[in-house]
């Protein structure tokens, strides 16, 4: 694989019960930090994985039916931790930002999409159909608040199955080379939403496969420790979600040495963050 360099960031977080999240967890909240990654790439220059949460969330919930959405997961966010804040603070000019690859679009994980205008935004099929088919008023209901979404999306996207180099896997069937350099390498984890996907990467030291919500907690992986049933109300196909935690499974047990990152995962994640952009030398 073609190294790239890896700086992993917190934009806010919102509370969740541990007994929901993972199974035999407590009635305590957790926090579920909204991660994303930026990436440097040696030719093509720095790529955000995510976005975070933005103070459009607050915004973009303040009236029924969105404040559903709201009043179910209780978000923190100062706004000096938003994406677009901690890159001035690290000097990297917005603008400057030409790619970002959207694992899911949950609010937590586009919330700051609207502030990457040069951004071209690589999604999976599944993923953009379904938020052009919802409408406005019942995207809230799957996670989806498209306030949240810049108008252009369409004219912005790039679809990673149409766009990348394409060939087979032995567990995730295709594999998706997204800019045919083998640097970054997406698969195909659907389940907890409509084409979710993965991210796999390489920097000097490690290999990380940043895996977004497709398991919660990396108990799911390690000691088979599934979310409680409750939530599979909000995923997309509880089938899809268990099959997707099967294949990680089976990658983890094939490529124990790659780091698998899931977004919520303090855990794994707490010592991976930084706020000064590389300094981790992850
Ligand atoms: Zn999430």
């Not at 909000?234 to 935690?245: E, R």
Request: positive net charge; aromatic residues 10%; hydrophobic residues 40%.
């Amino acid at each position: 694989m073609i190294e790239v360099k890896l700086h992993l960031g917190y934009s806010g977080f919102c509370l969740a019960k541990e007994h929901h999240t993972i199974k035999g967890g407590g009635n305590i909240d957790v926090k579920f930090n909204a991660l994303w990654a930026l990436i440097q790439h040696p030719s093509k220059g720095y790529i955000l994985f995510d976005t975070g949460y933005t103070q459009r969330f607050f915004k973009a919930t303040k009236k029924y039916p969105n404040k559903l959405y709201a009043n179910l997961t209780k978000v923190v966010l100062k706004e000096s931790e938003e994406v677009k804040q901690q890159m001035k603070k690290n000097k990297i000019e917005c603008k400057d930002i030409k790619h970002i690859v959207i694992s899911h679009f949950h609010a937590d994980h586009v919330g700051g999409l609207k502030d990457f205008e040069n951004a071209q935004i690589h999604v999976s099929k599944a993923a953009l159909d379904q938020v052009n088919k919802l409408p406005k008023l019942l995207a809230f209901s799957k996670g989806i608040l498209k306030e949240l979404l810049p108008n252009n999306l369409n004219s912005r996207v790039s679809i990673i199955e149409e766009n990348s180099l394409i060939s087979e896997d032995s567990i995730f069937n295709n594999k998706y080379d997204l800019f045919g350099d083998g640097s970054l390498i997406i698969h195909n984890l659907t389940g907890h939403a409509a084409g979710q996907i993965g991210l796999l990467l390489e920097t000097k030291k490690n290999k990380y496969f940043l895996v977004a919500d497709a398991c919660w907690n990396i108990k799911a992986i390690l000691e088979n420790k599934l979310p409680s049933p409750i939530v599979r109300l909000f995923f997309d196909s509880w089938k899809d979600y268990k099959k997707s935690i099967l294949k990680i499974k089976k990658f983890h047990e094939e490529n124990s040495s790659v780091i698998i990152v899931p977004t919520h995962c303090a855990i794994t994640t707490d010592k991976l963050v930084s706020n000064t952009f590389f300094s981790n030398d992850l």
